[in-house]
């Protein structure tokens, strides 16, 4: 059975860095595109990177030249680097693979920036 696992997440002081993990079961991440998603209390899941399967990456303007999105196809592990995060960066974070035919999602990982 497909299952995401996310990880890495937790409180870090502003300006420091985290990295993310999304280890993938039951299925592998290459030759699709894969996402990173973030939610805070009260608001809709927002799209913040995207990595395909030819490389290419996009990030939304919140986060383009701070968080690096990456994968290890052996490890079958998609990752999030973050660095010089802020306030606003507090919030749950979900890898999200875009298979075809299955909507799978993880748990996430809480990523708190405070001081």
């Known amino acids: 059975q497909e299952q995401l696992v996310e990880s890495g997440g937790g409180l870090v002081q502003p300006g420091g860095s985290l990295r993310l993990s999304c280890q993938g079961f039951?299925?592998?991440?290459?030759?699709?595109?894969v996402d990173w998603w973030r939610q805070t209390p009260g608001n809709q899941r927002a799209l913040i990177a995207s990595?395909?399967?030819?490389?290419?990456?996009t990030y939304a303007s919140s986060v383009k030249g701070r968080f690096t999105i990456s994968r290890d196809n052996a490890a079958n592990t998609v990752y999030l680097q973050m660095t010089n995060l802020d306030a606003e960066d507090t919030a749950v974070y979900y890898c999200?693979?875009?298979?075809?035919?299955?909507?799978?999602w993880g748990k996430g990982t809480q990523v708190t920036v405070s001081s």
């Open positions: 039951g299925f592998s991440f290459s030759g699709f595109t």
């Open positions: 999200h693979p875009r298979l075809v035919g299955i909507n799978l």
């Open positions: 990595l395909t399967s030819g490389g290419s990456t």
